[in-house]
Protein backbone atom coordinates (compact mmCIF):
# COMPACT_ATOMS: atom_id res chain seq x y z
CA UNK A 1 0.00 0.00 0.00
CA UNK A 2 1.59 3.16 -1.06
CA UNK A 3 1.05 6.25 2.12
CA UNK A 4 0.06 9.41 0.00
CA UNK A 5 -1.68 10.79 3.19
CA UNK A 6 -0.32 14.33 4.16
CA UNK A 7 1.18 12.85 7.27
CA UNK A 8 2.16 10.70 8.15
CA UNK A 9 4.49 10.32 5.38
CA UNK A 10 6.63 7.33 4.78
CA UNK A 11 9.81 7.05 6.26
CA UNK A 12 12.36 6.08 4.22
CA UNK A 13 14.40 2.86 4.41
CA UNK A 14 17.74 4.30 5.26
CA UNK A 15 16.42 6.55 8.36
CA UNK A 16 14.09 3.05 9.70
CA UNK A 17 17.79 1.84 9.52
CA UNK A 18 19.71 4.51 11.00
CA UNK A 19 16.64 4.30 14.12
CA UNK A 20 17.48 0.66 14.35
CA UNK A 21 20.43 1.00 17.26
CA UNK A 22 19.86 0.34 20.57
CA UNK A 23 18.62 3.06 22.09
CA UNK A 24 21.11 5.63 22.88
CA UNK A 25 21.82 7.47 26.94
CA UNK A 26 21.01 11.55 25.87
CA UNK A 27 23.64 12.95 28.35
CA UNK A 28 26.34 11.55 26.83
CA UNK A 29 28.77 12.75 24.26
CA UNK A 30 28.06 10.95 21.94
CA UNK A 31 24.33 12.12 21.39
CA UNK A 32 25.34 15.64 21.98
CA UNK A 33 27.57 15.16 19.18
CA UNK A 34 24.16 13.76 17.01
CA UNK A 35 22.35 16.73 18.48
CA UNK A 36 24.92 19.47 17.17
CA UNK A 37 25.17 18.03 14.05
CA UNK A 38 21.27 17.78 13.86
CA UNK A 39 21.17 21.61 14.66
CA UNK A 40 23.16 22.64 12.24
CA UNK A 41 21.29 21.38 9.87
CA UNK A 42 18.38 22.65 11.38
CA UNK A 43 19.39 26.30 11.60
CA UNK A 44 20.36 25.72 7.08
CA UNK A 45 16.47 24.54 7.18
CA UNK A 46 15.28 27.18 9.60
CA UNK A 47 16.89 30.25 8.66
CA UNK A 48 16.01 31.53 11.97
CA UNK A 49 17.96 33.16 14.99
CA UNK A 50 17.72 30.14 17.18
CA UNK A 51 15.93 26.55 16.85
CA UNK A 52 14.77 24.33 19.82
CA UNK A 53 13.75 20.51 19.15
CA UNK A 54 10.78 19.27 21.75
CA UNK A 55 9.75 15.69 22.22
CA UNK A 56 6.02 16.34 21.65
CA UNK A 57 3.65 15.93 18.10
CA UNK A 58 3.34 19.35 16.80
CA UNK A 59 0.72 20.49 18.66
CA UNK A 60 3.28 20.58 21.35
CA UNK A 61 5.46 23.26 19.85
CA UNK A 62 2.01 25.31 18.90
CA UNK A 63 1.18 25.45 22.31
CA UNK A 64 4.92 26.45 23.60
CA UNK A 65 4.47 29.43 21.00
CA UNK A 66 1.65 30.41 21.95
CA UNK A 67 2.11 30.31 25.79
CA UNK A 68 5.60 31.73 25.33
CA UNK A 69 5.57 34.34 22.87
CA UNK A 70 1.37 35.95 23.60
CA UNK A 71 0.55 37.26 27.30
CA UNK A 72 -2.59 39.26 26.58
CA UNK A 73 -4.64 38.58 23.12
CA UNK A 74 -3.86 35.69 20.60
CA UNK A 75 -5.25 36.92 17.34
CA UNK A 76 -5.76 33.42 15.23
CA UNK A 77 -6.06 32.84 11.61
CA UNK A 78 -8.89 29.89 11.41
CA UNK A 79 -9.21 28.70 7.97
CA UNK A 80 -9.50 24.88 9.38
CA UNK A 81 -8.64 22.29 12.01
CA UNK A 82 -5.64 23.49 12.67
CA UNK A 83 -6.23 27.15 12.29
CA UNK A 84 -9.30 26.16 14.80
CA UNK A 85 -6.32 24.64 17.06
CA UNK A 86 -4.38 27.78 18.10
CA UNK A 87 -7.88 29.41 19.32
CA UNK A 88 -8.65 26.81 21.61
CA UNK A 89 -4.47 26.89 22.84
CA UNK A 90 -5.11 30.31 23.79
CA UNK A 91 -8.65 29.98 25.56
CA UNK A 92 -7.22 27.00 27.46
CA UNK A 93 -4.14 29.45 28.96
CA UNK A 94 -7.05 31.77 30.07
CA UNK A 95 -5.43 34.39 26.88
CA UNK A 96 -7.89 36.44 25.09
CA UNK A 97 -8.76 35.21 21.77
CA UNK A 98 -9.82 37.03 18.75
CA UNK A 99 -10.46 34.84 15.30
CA UNK A 100 -10.72 35.87 11.62
CA UNK A 101 -12.65 32.66 10.58
CA UNK A 102 -13.18 31.22 6.64
CA UNK A 103 -14.35 28.86 4.77
CA UNK A 104 -11.47 25.64 4.47
CA UNK A 105 -10.90 26.99 1.14
CA UNK A 106 -10.42 30.34 1.51
CA UNK A 107 -6.68 31.95 2.88
CA UNK A 108 -6.98 34.94 4.91
CA UNK A 109 -6.77 38.35 3.80
CA UNK A 110 -3.98 40.37 4.39
CA UNK A 111 -6.34 43.39 5.04
CA UNK A 112 -8.34 41.50 7.79
CA UNK A 113 -5.27 40.75 9.48
CA UNK A 114 -3.98 44.51 9.66
CA UNK A 115 -7.81 45.92 10.20
CA UNK A 116 -7.86 43.24 13.44
CA UNK A 117 -4.95 44.49 14.65
CA UNK A 118 -5.23 47.98 14.04
CA UNK A 119 -8.60 47.84 16.12
CA UNK A 120 -7.68 45.73 18.85
CA UNK A 121 -4.44 46.99 20.68
CA UNK A 122 -4.29 44.27 23.00
CA UNK A 123 -3.16 41.74 20.53
CA UNK A 124 0.40 40.64 21.20
CA UNK A 125 0.35 37.64 19.43
CA UNK A 126 -0.81 36.24 15.73
CA UNK A 127 -0.62 32.69 14.94
CA UNK A 128 -1.35 31.27 11.48
CA UNK A 129 -0.67 28.24 9.43
CA UNK A 130 1.97 28.75 6.47
CA UNK A 131 -0.09 24.98 4.46
CA UNK A 132 -3.41 24.83 6.53
CA UNK A 133 -3.74 20.60 6.10
CA UNK A 134 -7.39 20.75 6.73
CA UNK A 135 -8.44 22.14 3.21
CA UNK A 136 -4.76 21.71 1.59
CA UNK A 137 -4.41 25.84 1.55
CA UNK A 138 -1.52 28.32 1.49
CA UNK A 139 -2.31 31.20 3.64
CA UNK A 140 0.11 34.56 2.87
CA UNK A 141 1.94 34.30 6.22
CA UNK A 142 4.93 36.14 4.76
CA UNK A 143 2.76 38.76 3.40
CA UNK A 144 0.54 39.23 5.93
CA UNK A 145 3.84 38.91 8.74
CA UNK A 146 5.29 42.20 6.93
CA UNK A 147 1.96 44.03 7.24
CA UNK A 148 1.63 43.60 10.80
CA UNK A 149 5.50 44.52 11.46
CA UNK A 150 4.90 47.98 9.74
CA UNK A 151 2.21 48.53 12.13
CA UNK A 152 3.74 47.45 15.38
CA UNK A 153 7.15 45.42 15.43
CA UNK A 154 6.81 43.93 18.85
CA UNK A 155 3.35 41.71 17.97
CA UNK A 156 4.88 38.65 17.74
CA UNK A 157 4.17 36.81 14.73
CA UNK A 158 3.65 32.57 15.05
CA UNK A 159 3.86 30.68 11.56
CA UNK A 160 2.92 26.80 11.93
CA UNK A 161 4.89 24.97 9.22
CA UNK A 162 4.06 21.94 9.87
CA UNK A 163 3.25 21.14 6.44
CA UNK A 164 5.33 23.68 4.70
CA UNK A 165 8.65 23.58 6.45
CA UNK A 166 10.81 21.46 4.16
CA UNK A 167 8.26 22.03 1.40
CA UNK A 168 8.71 25.36 0.06
CA UNK A 169 11.26 28.21 0.85
CA UNK A 170 9.78 30.38 3.84
CA UNK A 171 10.54 33.84 3.59
CA UNK A 172 11.24 34.03 8.11
CA UNK A 173 12.51 37.97 8.31
CA UNK A 174 9.30 39.07 9.89
CA UNK A 175 8.32 35.84 11.97
CA UNK A 176 8.96 35.19 14.85
CA UNK A 177 8.51 31.16 15.76
CA UNK A 178 7.48 28.75 12.97
CA UNK A 179 6.87 25.50 13.76
CA UNK A 180 7.53 21.84 12.14
CA UNK A 181 6.58 18.58 13.36
CA UNK A 182 8.64 15.32 12.40
CA UNK A 183 5.56 13.29 10.58
CA UNK A 184 4.77 15.49 7.98
CA UNK A 185 7.37 16.85 5.64
CA UNK A 186 10.19 15.94 7.79
CA UNK A 187 9.18 12.22 6.84
CA UNK A 188 10.07 10.66 10.29
CA UNK A 189 7.63 8.96 12.55
CA UNK A 190 5.24 10.66 14.94
CA UNK A 191 6.99 12.36 18.02
CA UNK A 192 9.02 15.85 17.20
CA UNK A 193 8.92 19.42 16.96
CA UNK A 194 10.57 21.92 16.09
CA UNK A 195 10.53 25.86 16.50
CA UNK A 196 12.58 28.02 14.91
CA UNK A 197 12.92 31.39 16.79
CA UNK A 198 13.84 34.99 15.83
CA UNK A 199 15.81 36.97 18.12
CA UNK A 200 13.01 39.47 19.01
CA UNK A 201 11.21 36.23 20.02
CA UNK A 202 13.74 34.94 22.46
CA UNK A 203 13.56 38.71 24.15
CA UNK A 204 9.82 37.81 24.82
CA UNK A 205 9.96 34.66 26.16
CA UNK A 206 12.43 36.00 29.05
CA UNK A 207 12.13 33.38 31.49
CA UNK A 208 9.53 31.32 29.69
CA UNK A 209 6.42 30.37 30.74
CA UNK A 210 5.10 26.84 31.75
CA UNK A 211 6.80 24.04 32.65
CA UNK A 212 7.81 21.27 30.30
CA UNK A 213 7.16 23.77 27.22
CA UNK A 214 9.06 26.58 29.06
CA UNK A 215 11.12 27.65 26.13
CA UNK A 216 13.78 29.43 28.36
CA UNK A 217 14.75 26.27 29.99
CA UNK A 218 15.20 24.57 26.29
CA UNK A 219 17.03 27.22 24.83
CA UNK A 220 19.58 27.46 27.35
CA UNK A 221 20.03 23.63 27.59
CA UNK A 222 19.94 23.08 23.66
CA UNK A 223 22.89 25.84 22.84
CA UNK A 224 25.12 23.46 25.04
CA UNK A 225 23.84 20.37 22.94
CA UNK A 226 21.77 18.77 25.44
CA UNK A 227 17.50 19.18 26.40
CA UNK A 228 16.22 20.00 29.40
CA UNK A 229 14.68 16.99 29.55
CA UNK A 230 14.61 13.07 28.01
CA UNK A 231 15.93 14.16 24.39
CA UNK A 232 13.97 12.09 21.49
CA UNK A 233 17.04 10.72 20.65
CA UNK A 234 15.89 8.24 18.63
CA UNK A 235 13.63 10.72 16.57
CA UNK A 236 16.75 13.06 16.95
CA UNK A 237 19.17 10.53 15.09
CA UNK A 238 16.41 9.72 12.61
CA UNK A 239 16.11 13.41 11.78
CA UNK A 240 20.04 13.97 11.23
CA UNK A 241 19.76 11.03 8.86
CA UNK A 242 16.70 12.74 6.57
CA UNK A 243 18.43 16.21 6.49
CA UNK A 244 21.97 14.34 5.74
CA UNK A 245 19.82 12.77 2.84
CA UNK A 246 18.18 15.51 1.94
CA UNK A 247 21.62 17.17 1.45
CA UNK A 248 22.80 13.67 -0.39
CA UNK A 249 19.70 14.43 -2.61
CA UNK A 250 21.30 17.90 -4.49
CA UNK A 251 20.25 19.67 -0.95
CA UNK A 252 16.98 21.53 0.28
CA UNK A 253 16.63 24.03 -2.76
CA UNK A 254 16.44 21.08 -5.12
CA UNK A 255 13.69 19.59 -2.83
CA UNK A 256 11.67 22.52 -3.29
CA UNK A 257 12.06 22.72 -6.90
CA UNK A 258 11.30 18.98 -7.07
CA UNK A 259 8.21 19.90 -4.71
CA UNK A 260 6.65 22.18 -6.94
CA UNK A 261 7.34 20.49 -9.95
CA UNK A 262 5.25 17.56 -8.18
CA UNK A 263 2.30 19.95 -7.05
CA UNK A 264 2.03 21.48 -10.23
CA UNK A 265 2.44 18.19 -12.71
CA UNK A 266 -0.37 16.45 -9.87
CA UNK A 267 -2.91 19.21 -9.65
CA UNK A 268 -2.51 19.32 -13.46
CA UNK A 269 -2.86 16.22 -13.96
CA UNK A 270 -6.32 15.92 -11.93
CA UNK A 271 -7.91 19.36 -13.70
CA UNK A 272 -7.34 17.41 -16.78
CA UNK A 273 -9.60 14.87 -16.02
CA UNK A 274 -12.38 16.64 -14.57
CA UNK A 275 -11.27 17.24 -10.91
CA UNK A 276 -11.87 20.45 -8.97
CA UNK A 277 -8.66 21.84 -7.21
CA UNK A 278 -10.48 22.70 -3.57
CA UNK A 279 -8.15 25.44 -2.32
CA UNK A 280 -8.34 29.26 -3.45
CA UNK A 281 -4.47 28.77 -3.21
CA UNK A 282 -3.20 25.49 -3.24
CA UNK A 283 -0.14 24.56 -0.71
CA UNK A 284 2.51 22.81 -2.02
CA UNK A 285 2.24 20.13 0.48
CA UNK A 286 -1.07 18.63 -0.85
CA UNK A 287 -3.39 18.34 -3.67
CA UNK A 288 -7.04 18.50 -1.97
CA UNK A 289 -9.71 17.40 -4.83
CA UNK A 290 -13.73 18.26 -3.36
CA UNK A 291 -15.75 15.79 -5.54
CA UNK A 292 -19.41 14.27 -4.69
CA UNK A 293 -17.79 11.21 -5.18
CA UNK A 294 -14.89 11.88 -3.07
CA UNK A 295 -15.72 8.91 -0.59
CA UNK A 296 -16.05 6.41 -3.40
CA UNK A 297 -12.62 7.62 -5.03
CA UNK A 298 -10.75 7.14 -1.72
CA UNK A 299 -12.43 3.84 -1.43
CA UNK A 300 -10.93 2.54 -4.80
CA UNK A 301 -8.00 3.89 -4.76
CA UNK A 302 -7.27 1.87 -1.07
CA UNK A 303 -9.10 -1.19 -2.37
CA UNK A 304 -8.22 -1.55 -6.22
CA UNK A 305 -4.98 0.59 -6.38
CA UNK A 306 -2.80 0.08 -3.01
CA UNK A 307 -2.99 3.54 -2.45
CA UNK A 308 -4.09 5.70 0.63
CA UNK A 309 -5.02 9.32 0.40
CA UNK A 310 -6.59 11.54 3.04
CA UNK A 311 -10.34 12.03 3.28
CA UNK A 312 -11.73 15.16 5.01
CA UNK A 313 -12.53 16.22 8.75
CA UNK A 314 -15.82 17.72 10.19
CA UNK A 315 -18.22 19.22 7.29
CA UNK A 316 -15.69 18.06 4.80
CA UNK A 317 -15.89 14.83 5.61
CA UNK A 318 -16.63 12.52 2.48
CA UNK A 319 -16.53 15.91 0.48
CA UNK A 320 -12.45 15.63 -0.13
CA UNK A 321 -9.68 13.88 -0.93
CA UNK A 322 -5.88 15.00 0.09
CA UNK A 323 -2.91 13.21 -1.22
CA UNK A 324 0.36 14.38 0.01
CA UNK A 325 3.25 15.85 -1.57
CA UNK A 326 5.75 16.33 0.88
CA UNK A 327 9.18 14.68 0.92
CA UNK A 328 11.48 12.66 -0.98
CA UNK A 329 8.52 10.91 -3.30
CA UNK A 330 9.46 9.10 -6.18
CA UNK A 331 8.08 9.99 -9.33
CA UNK A 332 7.11 6.08 -10.52
CA UNK A 333 5.10 6.21 -7.19
CA UNK A 334 3.35 9.78 -7.54
CA UNK A 335 2.63 8.85 -11.45
CA UNK A 336 0.63 5.61 -10.05
CA UNK A 337 -1.05 7.56 -7.94
CA UNK A 338 -2.61 10.22 -10.79
CA UNK A 339 -3.06 7.35 -12.51
CA UNK A 340 -5.26 4.91 -10.21
CA UNK A 341 -7.47 8.39 -9.74
CA UNK A 342 -7.78 8.56 -13.57
CA UNK A 343 -8.68 4.65 -13.28
CA UNK A 344 -11.09 5.29 -10.32
CA UNK A 345 -13.37 7.80 -12.32
CA UNK A 346 -12.88 4.88 -14.83
CA UNK A 347 -14.78 2.47 -12.38
CA UNK A 348 -17.20 4.72 -11.20
CA UNK A 349 -18.40 5.47 -14.93
CA UNK A 350 -17.41 8.79 -14.85
CA UNK A 351 -15.55 8.96 -17.72
CA UNK A 352 -13.59 6.80 -19.91
CA UNK A 353 -9.95 6.23 -19.01
CA UNK A 354 -7.29 7.18 -21.57
CA UNK A 355 -4.19 7.73 -19.44
CA UNK A 356 -5.00 11.43 -19.65
CA UNK A 357 -3.60 11.98 -15.75
CA UNK A 358 -0.41 10.04 -16.26
CA UNK A 359 0.49 11.80 -19.70
CA UNK A 360 -0.03 15.19 -18.21
CA UNK A 361 1.79 14.34 -15.15
CA UNK A 362 4.83 12.88 -17.30
CA UNK A 363 4.53 15.62 -19.42
CA UNK A 364 5.78 18.34 -16.79
CA UNK A 365 7.82 16.37 -14.85
CA UNK A 366 9.58 15.24 -17.23
CA UNK A 367 9.70 18.50 -19.47
CA UNK A 368 8.56 16.32 -22.08
CA UNK A 369 6.48 19.09 -23.86
CA UNK A 370 3.21 18.04 -25.78
C1 LIG B 1 -0.58 17.81 11.55
C2 LIG B 1 -0.66 19.25 11.77
C3 LIG B 1 -0.68 19.80 13.06
C4 LIG B 1 -0.79 18.99 14.31
O1 LIG B 1 0.25 18.19 14.54
P1 LIG B 1 0.15 16.96 15.55
O2 LIG B 1 1.49 16.37 15.32
O3 LIG B 1 -0.98 16.09 15.13
O4 LIG B 1 -0.02 17.49 16.90
C5 LIG B 1 -0.69 21.17 13.18
N1 LIG B 1 -0.70 21.96 12.11
C6 LIG B 1 -0.70 21.48 10.86
C7 LIG B 1 -0.72 22.45 9.72
C8 LIG B 1 -0.69 20.12 10.64
O5 LIG B 1 -0.70 19.64 9.40
Redesign the pocket.
Known amino acids: MLLFT??PTPVPQNVRNAMSDETMHHRTPEFEAIFEKTRKHLFNLFKTDEVIMIA?????A?EAAVINLCKNTLLSVNS?K?GE?FGKIATAHGLKNVEIKNEWNTPVSVEAVVEAVKNNSDIDAIAV??????GGLRHPVEELAQAVKEINPKIMIIA?????VGVEPIDVSNIDSL?A????ALMLP?GM?ILGLSNAAIETIGSGVGYYLNLASEIKKQRQNTTAYTAATTLTIGLLEVLATIEADGGIEKLYSDTATRANAVGSALSAIGLHIYPATPAK?MTTIDDEDAAEIRKLLKTDFDVNVAGGQDHLKGKIFRINQMGLISNYEMAWVVNAVELSLAKLGRRPYDGTANRIFNEITFGMGK
Open positions: PGSSGTGMGFRQVSESADGITAIGSQKPAS
